[in-house]
């Protein structure tokens, strides 16, 4: 299958890093400098919790450039510039080709189904902590690399879902072709926006949230509320995520942080409203109490 990746940030570069490294035909959709060290020098992992480097020459071009068909296309920018992505995918999908979004923000799948109905677009989550070190180099901050994806409608299902997950487990790439991924997607919510609400809030590392402290409790109960949340929406989550993201969490290197709180200490466009403000949205009108989500937007919406 021809894969396609618009984005080689922390989501995308990592996705692309191991199926190029599998042997897969992948293109990274990149901009910039970025762009310029991929196609010059390869992209370079640097793994933290274990110091070393790898480099391999993948194929990268922007959307101005691209000219093939994909088979599947891999969303992974950022919540606000999903819409940005419509025109380009419009431009280069088949009628069979499979979209695959991969945000932070619950329920981009639906949301770009809505502008894109001759084609599949399925849900999806990641499970990944890297980022952009500097042009052409990654890092990545834990060893977490899982893929979910799946249809909101199991009447929209085909085959070429399976194998698009074995394309990834084969890169060593963890997947789960989910038959609740509304459900799964909110777990990978919870445990994304509540780290990146608390770390923005106490300016906190994985370190901070590690220990016995404020901004692990503020965590913890954020995670309650997502939980909240999503048993009112018809989506109840079947196991303990606190435990499940306190386990995702030890396997960060202390020093890591989000990149909604990079983005913000940058001073650069961030998943700000997704992340949280929309769950005091959600609280409203699912009418569900989200007091420490409250609390974390009303402080930072006072310091924009």
Known sequence: MKYLIIGAG??????????????????????????????EQGLMMERLWNGTRETILVKAVDMEHYDEQPDVILVCVKGYSLD????FIRKVMK????????????????RLQKQLPEILVTDGCI??????????????????????????????SRPELEE????????????????HIQRAALEKFSYVSPIGAAGLYYNATAADFMKEGAP???F????????????????????????????????????ATTSMQRDV??????????????????????DVPVPEYEKVAKKLAGER
């Open 164 to 179: 698009i997950r074995a394309d990834l487990e084969s890169c060593g790439i963890r997947a789960l072709l989910s038959h």
């Open 220 to 255: 913890k109960e954020m995670i309650r509320e997502i939980g909240a949340l999503a048993e009112a929406m018809g989506h109840s989550f079947h196991k303990d995520m606190v435990t499940r993201n306190l386990e995702v969490l030890s396997t960060l290197a202390p020093e």
């Open 95 to 110: 009628k069979n080709t499979i979209v695959i979004p991969i945000l932070n923000i619950y329920g981009t799948g639906g």
């Open 216 to 218: 692990r409790e503020s």
């Open 84 to 87: 940005d992505t419509v025109p």
């Open 10 to 39: 922390g989501t995308g570069g990592p996705l692309g890093f191991y199926l190029t490294k599998a042997g897969k035909d992948v293109t990274l959709i990149a901009r910039g400098a970025h762009l310029k060290a991929l196609s």
């Open 265 to 286: 200490m940058a001073g650069k466009p961030s998943e700000i409203d997704g992340l949280v403000y929309e769950v005091v949205r959600l609280g409203k009108e699912y």
């Open 127 to 156: 499970y990944v902590a890297a980022a952009i070190k500097e042009p052409g180099v990654l890092e990545q901050y834990g060893k977490v690399l899982s893929l979910v994806f799946g249809v909101r409608d199991q009447s929209e």
